[in-house]
């Protein structure tokens, strides 16, 4: 893995694989399977939001002075998405699939904008301003779960 643009990206990825995999268990029916998917795709979410709020954002604000920018909107956008993360858990936890799709709709959309965001503006003003920091990265990668 080489650079934090890649190492964010291929996170996001990761993320989005876990939440199809919700998302499918839920539209078969088996809510067992997607509640066990949803678990890992929020802990995964977390982790990865953890990561960029307590360690990227910050080294990011510190090199750049900017900090009424681009990470207090992600920073906005990932509470937003923490919200529909619980009310999604909660749907499935009540054993209410169609009311977890209908969240997970919403989630989806928010999640792609998102994502688009930090890969085509964030991630590469991150990689200019603190790219070859091994350091940093290593921290990143250790936080979100990569080996």
Known sequence: MSGIRNLMTDDHRRCDDLFAAAEQAAGRGDL??????????HAAMLAHFGSEEGTLF??????????????QVMRMEHQRMR?????????LDGGRGDDYLGVAETLLIMMQQHNMKEENILYPMCEQHLGGDGTLEGRLAGEIGVP
Not at 32 to 41: C, I, K, L, S, T
Not at 83 to 89: F, S, T, V
Request: charge should be negative; hydrophobic fraction near 45%.
């Open 32 to 41: 067992a399977a997607a509640r066990e998917a949803f678990g890992q795709f």
């Open 58 to 71: 910050p080294a990011f604000e510190e090199r750049t002075g900017m900090t009424g920018g681009p990470t």
């Open 83 to 91: 919200a529909l993360m619980d009310e999604a858990a909660e749907a």
